[in-house]
């Protein structure tokens, strides 16, 4: 079974950085796609970047080149890099990936449980 799962939230004070990261484990072919999501307080789930497997980034208009997405291949790994922090940010992030399954072949997203940043002074 294909799991993923973030890391690296917490409290942190405007201005300030957190780097989140994701691994995909299980019985996995092929990784796609990776992306990372954002869900603020009252708000609906938004796309902050994503990645595709060869490198390239695309990211939401409103980083402003504050965000750094990339990934590890060899890890399963995706990473979000976060600077200049606002209050704003404050959010659980939700890591996203498109994987082939090696049990079966099926290809689907799958969604990790969320990491709450919480930018607070």
């Known amino acids: 079974q294909v799991q993923l799962a973030e890391s690296g939230g917490g409290l942190v004070q405007p201005g300030g950085s957190l780097r989140l990261s994701c691994a995909a484990s299980g019985n996995i072919d092929r990784i796609n796609g990776m992306a990372w999501y954002r869900q603020g307080p009252g708000d609906q789930r938004e796309l902050v970047a994503d990645?595709?497997?060869?490198?390239?980034?695309t990211y939401a208009h409103w980083v402003k080149g504050r965000f750094t997405i990339s990934r590890d291949n060899a890890k399963n790994t995706v990473y979000l890099q976060m600077y200049s922090l606002k209050l704003e940010d404050t959010a659980v992030y939700y890591c996203?990936?498109?994987?082939?399954?090696?049990?079966?072949?099926?290809?689907?997203?799958?969604w990790g449980q969320g990491t709450l940043v919480t930018v607070s002074s």
């Open positions: 990645i595709t497997s060869g490198g390239r980034p």
């Open positions: 996203n990936a498109n994987i082939r399954s090696g049990t079966d072949g099926y290809t689907g997203d799958y």
